[in-house]
Nanobody, 118 residues
Framework: VQLQASGGGLVQAGDSLKLSCVVS????????LGWFRQAPGKQRELVAD???????NLADSVKGRFTISRDNAKNMVYLQMNSLKPEDTAVYSC?????????????WGRGTLVTVSS
């Protein structure tokens, strides 16, 4: 199983970035997917997740600015980030979690660094 995130970079406050994560080795459509982030010196936190049927959930800190989506045909999950703030600076990682009713299993990918300058 592999999850590979990409799309991070250095941007200015107010800019946009779109993160992508390609997933292989699992029955993609049967997994919920999430984006997490970890800033220096802080705990990892959930940014957004999307269920196997497309229901989404976003952290309060990113509501109205970030959007999560998935493309089951391409085994991809995306995080569109608009109006970025310096406090969004973190390593962003994608996660896959088996759907309810399936054996419980979770996978993580390596992160991609997002740096937002003021």
């Amino acid at each position: 199983v592999q999850l590979q995130a990409s799309g991070g970079g250095l941007v200015q406050a107010g800019d946009s970035l779109k993160l992508s994560c390609v997933v292989s080795g699992i029955s993609f459509s049967n997994y919920g997917l999430g984006w997490f982030r970890q800033a220096p010196g802080k705990q990892r936190e959930l940014v957004a997740d999307i269920t196997s049927i497309g229901s989404t959930n976003l952290a309060d800190s990113v509501k109205g600015r970030f959007t999560i989506s998935r493309d089951n045909a391409k085994n991809m999950v995306y995080l569109q980030m608009n109006s970025l703030k310096p406090e969004d600076t973190a390593v962003y990682s994608c996660n896959a979690k088996s759907r309810a009713g399936w054996p419980k299993v979770e996978y993580w990918g390596r992160g991609t660094l997002v740096t937002v300058s003021s």
